[in-house]
């Protein structure tokens, strides 16, 4: 199991073919109180890259990209209730949906977890 | 009673005022104010009205029986009440309204008068055209000014708003598009990440992907990228110029050049006309389209005091897309074009009912022939001037987000806030306390905890003077490193104090509902 980075703050966990995607600790905190998450319906193919998923703040609206191809098989239905979970626990309970990948080697290009911490660190 | 439903904050006692509290709960003029169906009694009414006369019921069983829930107020309550209201409310006619993005200038009173005519004020849009010669005869005069000062041939000017505008523009662009059998293959729209926030909206609404061009180090829209992203699949460009940065976008001749070479259109979003009005010609840059917000730009009043106008210029090119309806002179009668039989070209049909926006047209027509093309050019000077003044006094103790001198409006970043405890969301409650409404802030988004200052050209030197020192003071005690506690507390002065906006986001209360003590007293 790992977890790997995109350049927009997306994390993805990788277990077997099944993707989880949210987003990460930095990303919830740049966006402040998460008000409202439209998270993709299961079934739905996404290409790598594409606008999937909306979260909103107080501050902004921000689209969430895939960082990889597949199918939606599961979306994170309690955050309809709950957006703050994705303050709380961006990495477990604030995820947003799962994908079947579609292409594992989408993933070779994500960050793995010192290059993306890196990268937050060059940001600030 | 209760009297807290659906609000979110409450008098909290401050440090500040050790005053024992009121038996009202009012401090001197600031009233506590219930909402008006917290106020009456019931059967108390304003006026007499006269027993309806005895007729046969033929509402078939719907008869309402129940309470029709309205309060009980005589006209004195009524009167004190909105007036009382209309206290707690800041405006443009109290001060300096900095909100950057939206040119709060002073609506000039002249264009009331104008508006209120009886020939204007009490016309009827379905009065016989023979009788509404002068209305026409007004539109017809605002459309040629609006092309002059744009340098476009053509102007469509039902839109009611900007977003509404942007959508005229880009309906005029897929027609266009459908009209070279190219709608299908042209699906993609350019939004760089300084335009406004309603193209890539407008744009995904109709239809189009709305791809994001970054902007680079100098706050403009990075041209290699652009470059890079054009190709068969491009619709358009939605740029905003001056963008949202407050800049101005130097590379656009060849922006829209590099647009045209590849087939697609340039949609211009006219939102910050006010910087260049008179000094650029829209047209002169190689825009398509461009909307017109007449509520920004040409005074025209802004949310409460009426509703907004966007008139949109259009190229030769989708001037035949033009919607419904257009003036039209036969000698020296006006006459409107309204549906297929009338007109040539493939309008896109029609926006709007009626003819638009009447009211505004005659504001905004009251507020260019006073001001005349002189004076239009020198209300860009002026309003670039204030905003670099703003620029200059302030660049010492805030963080500009970019070098060098901006157009109409100053941004800055949260740069001069680092490690500070302070955030911009804090710095603009503590502005609230100074008694001015807050920048905009958070906006653009391409700049961290961005504040966006538009003072416009309506403030007086001294004016601004004070809120510049408003601003340096509230900056250097942000610094100081000890206010931190005390800029998490404001707005102190203010009729509630912080108010919590994520429980308001995340649990809306969005009607009163009468509590039971109200349903009670009311049967």
């Known amino acids: 199991m790992s977890v790997k980075y995109s350049n927009e703050h997306e994390w993805i966990r990788v277990e077997g073919d099944v993707g989880t995607v949210g987003i990460s600790p930095y990303a919830q905190e740049q966006l402040g109180d998460v008000v409202f998450v439209d998270v993709p319906q299961a079934g739905r193919k996404v290409t790598k890259g594409e606008s999937v998923a909306v979260v909103e703040s107080v501050k902004a609206a921000s689209d969430i990209y895939s960082p990889a191809a597949g199918e939606v098989i599961e979306a994170n239905a309690a955050l309809a209730e709950t957006p703050g979970d994705v303050n709380a626990d961006p990495m477990g309970k604030g995820w947003f949906f799962k994908l079947r990948l579609g292409n594992p080697a989408d993933l070779d290009g994500l960050m793995d977890q010192a290059a993306y911490d890196a990268f937050v660190k060059s940001l600030s | 009673m209760d009297r807290s439903q659906g609000r979110t904050g409450g008098i909290v006692s401050d440090g500040a005022s050790a005053a024992p509290a009121t038996f009202t709960g009012n401090k001197a003029l600031q009233i506590e104010e219930p909402l008006i169906f917290e106020m009456g009694q019931p059967g108390r009414c304003g006026v007499d009205l006269p027993e309806p006369p005895k007729v046969k019921d033929r509402l078939n069983g719907l008869r309402r029986t129940g309470e029709i829930g309205l309060p009980g107020l005589s006209e004195p309550q009524v009167v004190q009440h909105y007036t009382r209201l209309s206290q707690k409310n800041y405006a443009i006619d109290m001060g300096v309204y900095p909100l950057g993005s939206c040119t709060m200038k002073h609506n000039p009173r002249i264009n009331e008068k104008v508006a209120r005519l009886p020939g204007i004020g009490d016309l009827h849009p379905l009065q016989p055209v023979s009788t509404v010669q002068g209305a026409l005869a007004l539109i017809d005069a605002l459309a040629h000014w609006l092309k002059t000062l744009t340098g476009m041939p053509a102007v469509a000017m ?331 507390a404001a707005p102190r002065f203010a009729p509630r104090r912080r108010l919590d906006e994520t429980l308001a986001a995340r649990k809306p209360v969005l009607r009163w509902r009468p509590s039971n003590s109200f349903k009670q007293a009311a049967e």
């Open chain 2, 158 to 488: 039902s839109p009611a708003a900007g977003a509404h505008g942007e959508m005229c523009g880009m309906m005029a662009i897929a027609a266009a598009l459908e009209a070279k059998g190219e709608r299908a293959e042209r699906k993609i729209v350019l939004a760089p990440e300084s335009a406004h926030g309603t193209n890539p909206a407008t744009a995904a609404a109709l239809g189009f992907i709305v791809k994001p061009i970054p902007a680079n180090d100098r706050g403009r829209v990075d041209l290699a990228a652009l470059k890079a992203a054009l190709g068969p699949e491009v619709a358009a460009i939605m740029l905003t110029n001056p963008n949202t940065c407050g800049l101005f976008e130097s590379e656009i001749i060849e922006i829209s050049q590099a647009v045209h070479e590849a087939g697609a259109y340039f949609y211009c979003d006219g939102a910050n006309f006010n910087a260049i009005v008179g000094r650029v010609r829209p047209g002169d840059l190689g825009v398509d389209c461009m909307h017109i917000n007449l509520h920004k730009t040409f005074s025209t009043p802004h949310g409460g005091g009426g509703p907004g106008a966007g008139p949109v210029v259009l190229s030769a090119a989708l001037a035949p897309y033009a919607p419904y309806p257009w003036i039209v002179k036969n000698g020296d009668t006006w006459s409107v074009a309204e549906d297929g039989s009338t007109v040539d070209g493939t309008p896109l049909g029609r926006l709007k009912a009626f003819h638009g926006q009447m009211g505004m047209f005659t504001r905004a027509l009251a507020y260019i022939m006073s001001h005349g093309a002189d004076g239009l050019k020198q209300v860009a000077e002026d309003a670039v001037l204030s905003a670099n003044y703003v620029m200059a006094a302030l660049k010492d103790v805030m963080t500009p987000a970019f070098e060098g001198p901006c157009m109409h409006e100053a941004l800055f970043d949260d740069g001069f806030l680092k490690d500070t405890g302070v955030s911009t969301l804090d710095f603009a409650k503590a502005m609230i306390d100074e008694g001015y409404h807050p920048m905009t802030m958070y906006f653009p988004l391409v700049v961290h905890g961005a504040m966006l200052v538009e003072p416009t050209e309506s403030q007086a030197k001294e004016d601004l003077d004070l809120f510049i020192g408003a601003l340096r003071s509230l900056a250097e005690r942000a610094k100081s490193g000890t206010a931190a506690e005390d800029f998490k």
